[in-house]
């Protein structure tokens, strides 16, 4: 007797998004990144329904970070004030896939810099690395509303990520997006419908479907991260069942979420384990965590962290 | 929801007309409106006023092939003018051959000729079978459950992808005498149909059967429609051009978690694909 064909199979897929671009199609970028394609949940199906490799975005902050703990800080001391070198460090030597330039220095809240600061960033980071970039503002709808266009046109044709958009504030930032030919991420507070709603927006605003990646919201372990990931399961469930509404591919923000987890930072607690373990792997297992839910791009910080996460993905994705 | 457009239609008189004075732009205009409208499949019947069927058939499969890539739903109770649709189809997006009882008085073989039709049209081609024998369609819930067995059971035995069924329980106009049991009888077969195989055969229905003769035919309709999709249904022939059916119908597949609610979702439902 044969054995019976137990693996579901669905009608839909994720779609496919191209992040950067080479010479031949207007940009400078040396490679560029295709995400997304699956076919099925992870672990699910065949060979084939797996869809692209998950990668990896590398933070880069565009001012030198203040509230880094140690450990996080030390493995980039020497260029946390050059966003330029910080980028090529991530790729050249920590396998960065992707680096996610994140545009904190410009909240009024924080540095308050302004337009021709994140500006110059965006060009030194251009020039410093080959690989294609995520964009990504401070969270303030005002700042980021100024600043955001001025980035966008700067990375003309380089065929970013640039984000966030949300149901509140989406209009400026989809209409330069679409006029500077970046692809755009949608953001959602870790609620499925509003997910749905803004890229009904953008799409109504001539902003094609497949250049939008979701971003849901990141809860890392043990704070929120099972909303997190049955969010992440349900969009990939949608995705597969053929509702073009969520068919995008995901981006997640492991890096930030893990390292405000005070399991991540704190020194003083011998029970916990060494301080220099605990970080890391707090955001390597946040990252397993939601891989196994279906996200496509991942924003991380420490090496150590992503060298677990990058051999965990070559491993699983590699093998199938 | 997959959505099988139902007017072509050699019953609706400009269909008819069109088709007796080779009139394309009837024809083409309604298979894009009907397209933009959400359908899936575009049902194509023509009628029983054409002189010759077949050839009938094969001017409105052509005609609509012209300009239209939507997949198309042969609707004929006669073998051979489906036969005569399938020559010129394009099967590669996929088709309907719409339909076949489990048997007939004099043609005990009539649902193995239409899975053999569609095996040679291709495995994207489907298949709509009534819940209907020699002894006519069933007034009960038993047999109309007992007939789709059969018929999910031989799909199985002949290797035939129950996935490629789409299991009609036939709806009866609810203004005939004694006919009003029917529609509850229908809900309560569906709710066993779906067991029958996993995954579950498709079930559709010819909906505006239903309100044959009837006053609030819009009505009845829609209500029936999202009653049917609380009990599993996800295909149907209907008027897709009709905005009050489409839109009960999604809110009916929002509030049985088919569809992700966001408060754009009528407004998507018809580009959203189906659940």
């Known amino acids: 007797m044969s054995v019976p064909e137990v693996a579901e199979s669905f009608t839909g897929e994720v779609s496919r998004v191209t992040l950067g671009a080479t010479k031949d199609s207007g940009g400078t970028r040396t490679s560029t990144v295709t995400v997304g394609g699956a076919r099925n949940m992870v672990y699910g199906g065949s060979r084939q ?17 203040q509230d880094w703990p140690q450990v996080l800080a030390e493995p980039y001391k020497d260029v946390l004030d050059k966003p330029g070198e910080w980028a090529k460090k991530c790729v050249d030597e920590l396998g960065a896939d992707l680096i996610c330039l994140k545009f904190e220095g410009i909240h009024p809240d924080k540095a308050n810099k302004d337009a021709s600061h994140a500006v110059k960033v965006t060009e030194e980071v251009l020039k410093a690395v080959g690989v294609p970039l995520v964009l990504w503002g401070c969270g303030n709808d005002e700042k980021d509303n100024q600043v ?21 504030n989406y209009k400026a930032l989809t209409a330069i997006a679409l006029a500077d030919g970046h692809n755009l991420i949608t953001e959602a ?30 809860g890392a ?13 349900r969009q990939r469930l949608a995705a597969l069942g053929g509702d073009k509404m969520m068919t995008m591919p995901v981006i997640c923000d492991v890096g930030y979420e893990s390292w ?21 792997m707090w955001e390597a297992a946040t990252a397993i965590c939601l ?25 699983i994705w590699s093998s199938q | 929801m997959i959505l099988i457009a139902e007017r072509i239609n050699g019953m609706f008189t400009n269909v008819k007309e069109a088709i007796a004075q080779k009139d394309k732009k009837v024809i083409q205009e309604l298979a894009k409106k009907q397209t933009e409208a959400g359908a899936a499949y575009l049902d194509v019947n023509v009628g029983t006023a054409a002189a010759d069927q077949e050839a009938a058939m094969q001017w409105l499969v052509e005609t609509i092939q012209e300009t239209c890539s939507t997949p198309l739903s042969l609707d004929s ?11 010129v189809i394009n099967a590669e997006n996929g088709l309907i051959l719409n339909s076949a009882p489990l048997n007939r008085k004099n043609d005990e073989e009539i649902l193995d000729k239409y899975m053999e039709m569609a095996n040679q049209a291709g495995p994207k081609a489907n298949i709509i079978t009534l819940t209907m024998d020699k002894n006519g369609v069933p007034q009960d819930i038993d047999t109309r459950v007992a007939i789709a067995a059969e018929i999910v059971q031989k799909a199985m035995e002949k290797g035939f992808d129950t996935q490629r069924l789409f299991i009609d329980p036939i709806v009866l106009p609810v203004k005939v005498p004694n006919a009003q049991v029917q529609p509850s009888s229908m809900l309560a077969a569906m709710d066993q149909i779906r067991y ?27 209500v029936f429609l999202a009653m049917a999709v609380s009990h599993g249904l996800d295909s149907a022939i209907v008027d897709v051009l009709e905005e009050k059916l489409i839109n009960a119908l999604a809110t009916a597949e929002m509030l049985m978690n088919k569809q992700i609610y966001s408060d754009s979702f009528l407004k998507v439902y018809k580009t959203a694909g189906k659940a």
Not at chain 1, 199 to 218: C, E, H, Y
Not at chain 1, 261 to 278: F, I, M, N, S, T
Not at chain 2, 196 to 214: E, F, K, R, Y
Request: proline share 7%; aromatic share 4%.
């Open chain 1, 49 to 65: 329904d797996t869809g692209e490799k998950p990668v990896i975005a590398m933070d880069v902050l565009d001012s030198e970070p």
């Open chain 1, 148 to 168: 955001m266009p001025k980035v966008s046109e700067a990375a003309k044709g380089e065929n970013c990520l640039i984000g966030t958009v949300t149901e509140d």
């Open chain 1, 189 to 218: 507070p870790l609620d499925i419908n509003i997910a749905k709603q803004v890229n009904i927006l953008a799409s109504d605003m001539g902003f094609p479907l497949k250049r939008i990646v979701t971003f849901q919201a990141t």
């Open chain 1, 221 to 233: 372990l043990g704070y929120g991260i099972e909303y997190a990931y049955s969010i992440q399961e």
């Open chain 1, 260 to 280: 405000r987890a005070k399991e991540a930072q704190l020194a003083d607690a011998p029970g916990w384990g060494a301080v220099q373990d605990r970080g890391p």
């Open chain 1, 291 to 315: 891989l196994q839910a279906g996200v496509d791009i991942i924003r991380m910080r420490h090496p150590r962290a992503v060298a677990t996460v990058k051999n965990f993905i070559n491993q």
């Open chain 2, 77 to 87: 109770q006669k073998p051979n003018v489906i036969a005569a649709g399938l020559k």
């Open chain 2, 196 to 222: 029958l195989a996993d995954p579950p055969p498709h079930m559709t229905i010819g909906l505006s059967n239903l309100s044959q003769g009837a006053t609030e035919r819009c009505l009845i309709n829609r």
